[in-house]
């Protein structure tokens, strides 16, 4: 996934805030076998429910790895 980034002091170092209220899914190449440089987090998270016997998504914990662009 392609995202542009703001560096600030709001959340702990090693931590990534994620918002997405106008982010479209737009993959580079084949859907879902190609970045997406829309920055549609959801792309990111689990479809698998937090609870056996309910309906409550992980939507809210995620493991990223986050580099700098380097344009070349």
């Not at 703001?6 to 737009?26: F, K």
């Amino acid at each position: 996934m392609i995202c542009a980034a703001l560096l600030t002091n709001r959340v702990p170092a090693g931590t990534v805030m994620g918002y997405e209220s106008s982010a479209t899914y737009d993959p580079i190449g084949e859907a879902g076998r190609s970045p997406d440089r829309g920055g549609c987090l959801n792309i990111l998270t689990n479809r698998r429910s937090q609870l056996q016997q309910g309906h409550s998504m992980g939507v809210s914990n995620v493991l990223v790895e986050v580099e700098a662009w380097k344009n070349k």
